[in-house]
């Protein structure tokens, strides 16, 4: 089993949705119903909405993988544990901001 990829070595090319693929495992393994469609549905969310904060991005997260109300708690622990770097969090959302020509 693949280990989950260094969260510190964000790009561009795809490690934010290796990411969130992880965090839909560590949900899954906490108890939540989380399906592939729903994981796929995630990443496009977070890309399309051009998430400008940590907050923005936990929402986003929240509005499509979350079903059930009493699946909200572990939710909320698992973002907080699994994104727990600030350092990260700001590094992938840079990469989804837009550049400056």
Do not use: C, Q
């Not at 399309?48 to 979350?66: K, P």
């Not at 009493?70 to 600030?86: C, G, I, Q």
């Amino acid at each position: 089993m693949p280990s989950r990829p260094d969260p510190k070595e964000a790009t561009a090319d795809g490690r934010i949705a290796d990411n969130i693929v992880y965090f839909a495992r560590a949900l899954r393994k906490a108890g939540m119903r989380v399906g592939p469609a729903s994981v796929k549905d995630a990443i496009e969310a977070v890309l399309a909405a051009g998430i400008g904060s940590r907050d923005d991005f936990y929402w986003t997260l929240h509005a499509v993988l979350v079903s059930r109300h009493e699946d909200h708690p572990v939710f909320d622990e698992a973002f907080r544990l699994f994104w727990k770097s600030r350092e990260l969090i700001e590094k992938l959302l840079a990469m989804l901001s837009p550049v400056a020509p």
